[in-house]
């Protein structure tokens, strides 16, 4: 048997909680919502190329109160107040963890900040079927990240389009070389690198730096995780890289958005 990681953990749990969820609300109740609530997705995708088309960086500012590598890393955690300092702060679109039981998330999370601001919100959580991305955008997400290292393949072709069918735009995150590869075999215009490996939690920045190479030019490449640092921002802008995932660093300081523009001006 293969050894337990942290991501396996996570994945292993996912599958309980959207039995428990599932008896809750089922999915024609869900699609009932989605109805009801009668919104229209904000481009997510759209949010990024706009702050690159202006020459700046497009910043996912992520909204997030632990982790498991992490702990705890903010205290006092109002969603709605971050949100705001992040739209102030120039942010191009806004990430919500709603994983409960490792990051210590909520969907409430979202719809709070969803409701606060008019910036594109991705739901950051670990999607491994179908009733998740029905429920991201019940709860009013924009955008719904898919993890590549999660997923079979053919799954992750199901799980994509069935969120593009919901108008939603989709992040496809990897790790290695491998991932990529599947990655590119579908049409999205995101590519996120993630630079932390979730089986080990190991971060480095070269992982944006290796992959890149093997990225086509009609894609964009979003560096995620263990961005911390101006000097870490100006080594991703002089490889091309123009789009970023923060938390940490932001979440760190006592004005989330204010950090964000000192980072990125
Ligand atoms: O806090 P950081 O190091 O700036 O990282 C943010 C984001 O990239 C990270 O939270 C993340 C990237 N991919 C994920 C998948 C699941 C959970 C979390 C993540």
Redesign the pocket.
């Known amino acids: 048997m293969e050894t337990p990681t942290v991501l396996r953990k ?1 994945v292993a749990r996912k599958f309980e909680e959207i039995r428990e969820r599932e008896q809750k609300v089922n999915r024609d109740q869900l699609l009932q919502i989605i109805k009801d609530n009668n919104d229209t997705p904000r481009g997510f995708v759209n949010g990024m190329e706009q702050k690159v088309a202006q020459g700046h960086a497009a910043v ?1 500012a ?1 909204i ?1 109160k632990a ?1 498991p590598s ?1 702990g705890v ?1 903010r205290e006092d955690f109002y969603p709605g107040e971050i949100a705001r300092s992040y739209a102030r702060g120039g942010a191009a679109c806004l ?1 919500v ?1 709603t ?1 409960v039981d ?2 210590q998330g909520s969907n409430e999370y979202l719809q709070q900040v969803r409701l606060e601001v008019d910036l594109p919100v991705i739901r ?3 999607i491994v079927d179908e009733y998740q991305v029905f429920e991201a955008r019940a709860i009013g997400a924009d955008c719904i ?1 898919l ?1 590549v290292a999660c997923l079979q393949p053919e799954r992750l072709k199901a799980l994509n389009e069935l969120a593009m069918e919901l108008g939603m735009d989709v992040l496809v ?1 990897v790790h290695n070389a491998e991932e990529l590869e599947t990655a590119l075999q579908l049409p999205n215009r995101l590519i ?1 690198i ?3 490996n ?1 089986h080990n939690f190991e ?1 480095t920045l070269d992982t944006t730096f290796d992959l890149l190479q093997s990225i086509p030019d009609d894609r964009m490449v979003v560096t ?5 640092t101006i000097d870490d921002i100006a080594a991703m802008r002089g490889h091309n890289v123009n789009a970023f ?7 760190r300081a006592d004005d989330p958005g204010h950090r964000l523009m000192e980072m990125f001006n």
């Open positions: 996570i996912i992520e997030k982790s992490k890393i990430s963890l994983d490792f990051f950051k959580d670990f990240l993890i995150e996120g993630n630079n932390r979730l971060v995620e995780s263990g961005i911390n995932l923060v938390g940490e660093a932001f979440m």
